[in-house]
């Protein structure tokens, strides 16, 4: 079927620290994955993405990483700041004729600690 | 330039009602799409639009619909409520339908149907 899911529910993690969120993809045939970022309130905000043909992509403080071996996707933030503080989705792009969807997982709750 | 645009940002309704959700894409997007998301969950793919023409429907009962109009917005029309229906509606806009095309998303209408 078609799943995204995340191997832990909550994080918390110490200001200053690095976090590392994970996530797990069932169809091998996704191209494209991104991540959200999600406040209380507010839609999901797009963080970072990497396409299947890459297996690390960098952004500012952020990394994400692709084992397409194992369909299992990571988002690490260095150095985590309070704002960092929210829901974190990864989402994989699936094809569909001429169209396209997301498919997200469950989410992460990222706490951090001052 | 404005971001994506939701009307309203909260709407209660009972059972049997019939709602309307409204979305502006950021301009020059052409593409809509719709997702559900009920607490504590991911949000979960309704329809997409690009030109007008519906592109892919999720997993929903007939009684989700929508459409898009000249000027790209589109409108969710949900009939026959239930409770089940409470979650937050999210517009997310993007070029067109292509694989690697960001979705932007607005900050979603939250519906609680009583």
């Known amino acids: 079927g078609e799943s995204v899911g995340l191997h832990l529910p909550t994080l918390s993690v110490q200001e200053g620290d690095n976090s590392i969120i994970n996530c797990a993809y069932s169809?091998?045939?996704?191209?494209?994955f991104i991540w959200y970022k999600q406040e209380s309130g507010k839609g999901p905000q797009f963080i970072i993405d990497?396409?299947?043909?890459?297996d690390k992509r960098q952004g500012q403080r952020v990394t994400v990483l692709l084992n397409k071996t194992v369909k299992h996707l990571s988002l690490q933030i260095a150095a985590t700041q309070p704002g960092d503080s929210a829901v974190y989705f990864c989402?994989?792009?699936?094809?569909?004729?001429?169209?396209?969807?997301?498919?997200f997982g469950a989410g992460t709750i990222l706490r951090v600690k001052s | 330039d404005a971001g994506v645009t939701q009307s309203p940002t909260h709407l209660i309704k009972t059972r049997g009602q019939h709602v309307t959700l409204r979305c502006s894409p950021i301009?020059?997007?052409?593409?809509v799409s719709w997702y559900q998301q009920v607490l504590g969950q991911g949000p979960q793919f309704i329809f997409q639009?690009?030109?007008?023409?519906?592109?892919g429907r999720g997993n929903f009962p007939d009684r989700f619909s929508a459409r898009q109009f000249p000027n790209y917005s589109s409108e969710l029309n949900v009939n026959a409520l239930l409770l089940g229906d409470s979650a937050l509606y999210l517009c997310?806009?993007?070029?067109?339908?292509?694989?690697?095309?960001?979705?932007?998303f607005g900050p979603g209408t939250r519906l609680t149907v009583l």
């Open positions: 997310a806009s993007s070029l067109d339908t292509g694989s690697y095309n960001e979705q932007f």
């Open positions: 989402a994989e792009n699936m094809r569909r004729g001429y169209g396209n969807k997301l498919v």
């Open positions: 169809n091998s045939a996704s191209d494209y």
């Open positions: 990497i396409r299947s043909n890459m």
């Open positions: 301009s020059g997007h052409k593409s």
């Open positions: 639009y690009y030109e007008k023409e519906e592109r």
